[in-house]
């Protein structure tokens, strides 16, 4: 049984995160290892069209971009999935569960090839790399990028008004939405007691804050109808 990892997310709530199996992240790395060589192999062929006096150096700098720059810029594009890890459905997340940065994503791409042992040793299985940039490769429960159906959002008619819509468009911020989508997407990794709780009292926030007056719109309902406002779906 795989070891879970606790942590306290950004709203405040134990959350648990399952670090990935050994044999998983081995074919995702299969799988990326697979798509670099063909990316190296395409930048020679490209070389080839080239002159010679520079054709050496391209492919050299080209070859060298992709070798060290095909994870990191999944990694921080793909919120923590490079395609392997994507098909896997895995992702690379930091010690608090949230998305990697740059530094982050590049410290443990670099140390890569010194700390694949590490993982057969560590309870997480968790190189050097994880380890130095404080990064945990987990298996992906799920789906990263905020969409309608993952909000699991419903149509509420009391929301759907013009006063509520205007009000969503003017009110609330990017981070603001961002912050109800992330809290919609971890929803079925809290226990119910605390799932209830934050819904309710978020929910009241912005039923004060919005005007809401159903007074049959549970709290968790509210948000998701929110998000689906934010998404521009309602």
């Given at each position: 049984?795989?070891?879970?990892?606790?942590?306290?997310?950004?709203?405040?709530?134990?959350?648990?995160?399952?670090?990935?199996?050994?044999?998983?992240?081995?074919?995702?790395?299969?799988?990326?290892?697979?798509?670099?060589?063909?990316?190296?192999?395409?930048?020679?062929?490209?070389?080839?069209?080239?002159?010679?006096?520079?054709?050496?150096?391209?492919i050299a700098t080209a070859s060298f971009a992709v070798?060290?720059?095909?994870?990191?810029?999944?990694e921080v594009l793909w919120n923590g999935q490079s395609p392997g890890k994507r098909v896997l459905?895995?992702?690379?997340?930091?010690?608090?569960?949230?998305?990697?940065?740059?530094?982050?994503?590049?410290?443990?791409?670099?140390?890569?090839?010194?700390?694949?042992?590490?993982?057969?040793?560590?309870?997480?299985?968790?190189?050097?790399?994880?380890?130095?940039?404080?990064?945990?490769?987990?298996?992906?429960?799920?789906?990263?990028?905020?969409?309608?159906?993952?909000?699991?959002?419903?149509?509420?008619?009391?929301?759907?008004?013009?006063?509520?819509?205007?009000?969503?468009?003017?009110?609330?911020?990017?981070?603001?939405?961002?912050?109800?989508?992330?809290?919609?997407?971890?929803?079925?990794?809290?226990?119910?007691?605390?799932?209830?709780?934050?819904?309710?009292?978020?929910?009241?926030?912005?039923?004060?804050?919005?005007?809401?007056?159903?007074?049959?719109?549970?709290?968790?309902?509210?948000?998701?109808?929110?998000?689906?406002?934010?998404?521009?779906?309602?």
């Open positions: 049984m795989r070891r879970r990892r606790l942590v306290h997310s950004p709203e405040h709530v134990l959350i648990e995160l399952t670090p990935a199996g050994l044999g998983t992240r081995f074919a995702a790395f299969l799988l990326d290892a697979a798509l670099i060589f063909g990316a190296t192999a395409l930048v020679g062929q490209l070389g080839l069209f080239l002159p010679e006096a520079i054709r050496a150096l391209f070798l060290w720059g095909y994870n990191v810029l999944f459905r895995i992702r690379v997340v930091d010690g608090r569960g949230l998305p990697v940065d740059v530094s982050q994503s590049l410290i443990r791409n670099v140390v890569r090839l010194v700390g694949m042992v590490a993982a057969l040793l560590d309870a997480e299985h968790r190189r050097l790399g994880d380890r130095a940039a404080d990064t945990l490769v987990v298996s992906e429960e799920q789906p990263a990028v905020p969409r309608i159906e993952a909000l699991g959002a419903r149509r509420f008619n009391s929301l759907r008004t013009p006063r509520v819509k205007r009000l969503v468009d003017h009110k609330l911020g990017i981070e603001e939405r961002e912050l109800i989508y992330a809290l919609c997407l971890r929803a079925p990794l809290l226990s119910e007691r605390a799932r209830y709780e934050l819904f309710e009292e978020i929910g009241e926030h912005y039923r004060v804050r919005l005007g809401v007056e159903d007074p049959h719109l549970s709290g968790e309902n509210l948000v998701r109808g929110i998000a689906s406002l934010c998404a521009g779906t309602a």
